[in-house]
């Protein structure tokens, strides 16, 4: 992350830049006395001893003239509203605004908002060869919506490319200001929850078999962009990393993934399926694009939880609702193939996933039920230390009589603890263990 004065400084640059190419425009538009004769004679900032995070994006992508100017034209209605003020003046025959100058007013926003008209005109004018030229700026390959650094809504350019608002990624409003990663908050339109834990890797106890499976995910993690690039092999090897979690619940599987995430630095999405599955046809596809959207422009992982509700078996083609339902599974498939980052899926059984997916995946990595040593270790790391343990309780005998997972632990901590607490007490008694363990048993229909 980039100190935010390195930001600020470089664009200020990229602002006046931005709007002295306003004010050429419009002269040249209305012929009007200017100091150039095309807005190109105005050459872009020099950036290249800038630290910022925006010089490093323009490097990094070799953004060309134009490209830049759409990219601060994007960012100006975020940062220097005012700048486009100009484009609000009215034109006198028609007692509105300049239809050429493109824009529109964003509910809340009261300033003027660009949309790809505003930068035909600002890049332009008048002269159409130019205007088909600045048009292949917004083409889907273009390395501007390949980046994620615009994102155009499509229910603009289904009536015109050129009236859709300039909208830029929201992470990189964060990454160009602050120098932070945009979080989005959990809601309806981003049916996705950032995972976190306060544990750390040494934390997690799991077979070493299994160990070693997920230290492969973590290998792919640091060292993806060396075996793709610096080795060459991105023409043989697919960018993403595609595992399936599967085991009985409570078995670490989500603590997993957002370990991986935390060790790593990336940040951990788990996706709400009950929010992404929709009634309505095309909704899910929409609702699953935008998470994938986000998730490859910042470098998230994402994690299914109870994947079989979506990603399970295909059903017989019997209706009209079996079809949509196989169009939705046949284009999760393409997206997780596409992901270039890292997916997780978890399901209890593996039986339930769909054949295509399984074929698709690097790894497949069972987390069992813990054996007696590492039920010891979970034992033994679960108790806070500021409670004490009455003597009649062993934990070394609580880990060879009951065949419990981490998560019917931490359980039976919560409840034993709360018990002691209701006692005015810091001693944790058996009994409150034994009891914690039966409700345990009770959930899975077990009696003890």
Known sequence: MNAPPHNAATLNLELDWLSQLVDASIRLYFGQECGVADVRDIPAPDLSGSASSYAQVVHEHDLSFEARAVVILALAPHVRPQLLDPFLIKNPNFDRGFTEFGGLLAGGHGGFWPTVETAAFLLAGEDLERRFAVQELFDP???????????????????????????????????????????????????????????????????ERVLDEVEEIRAWIEHRHTLLHTWRLDKKIKAGFRSL??????????????????????????????????????????????VFDQAEASDWILFFDEADALFGKRTQTTSAHDRYANQEVAYLLQRIEDFPGVVILASNLKGNIDEAFARRFQSMIYFPVPGREERLRLW?????????????????????????????????????????????????????????????????????
Request: aromatic letters at 8%; a positive charge.
């Open 141 to 207: 390959d273009h390395p501007l919506r390949r980046a994620r650094l615009l994102h155009l809504d499509d229910t603009q350019t289904a009536q015109s490319l050129f009236a859709a608002p300039l909208t830029l990624g929201k992470e990189y409003v964060s990454r160009f200001t602050t120098g932070s990663r945009h979080k989005p908050s959990f809601s309806s339109t981003f049916p996705a929850r950032r995972l976190s834990t306060p544990l750390e890797w040494d934390d997690l106890v799991l077979p």
């Open 245 to 290: 979690f599967y085991g009985p619940p409570g078995t670490g599987k989500t603590l997993t993934a957002s370990l991986l995430g935390k060790t790593t630095g990336l940040d951990v999405y788990r996706v709400d399926l009950s929010l992404v599955v929709s009634k309505w046809v095309g909704e899910t596809e929409k609702n699953l694009a935008g």
């Open 380 to 448: 033994r790391g679960a108790f806070s230390e500021s409670a004490r343990l009455e003597p009649a309780v062993d934990l070394s005998r609580l880990a060879d009589e009951f065949e419990v997972t981490g998560g019917a632990i931490v359980n039976v901590l919560r409840y034993a603890s709360l018990m002691a607490l209701r006692r005015d007490a810091d001693t944790i008694r058996l009994h409150d263990i034994t009891h914690g363990v039966r409700r345990e048993f009770r959930k899975d229909g077990k009696v003890l």
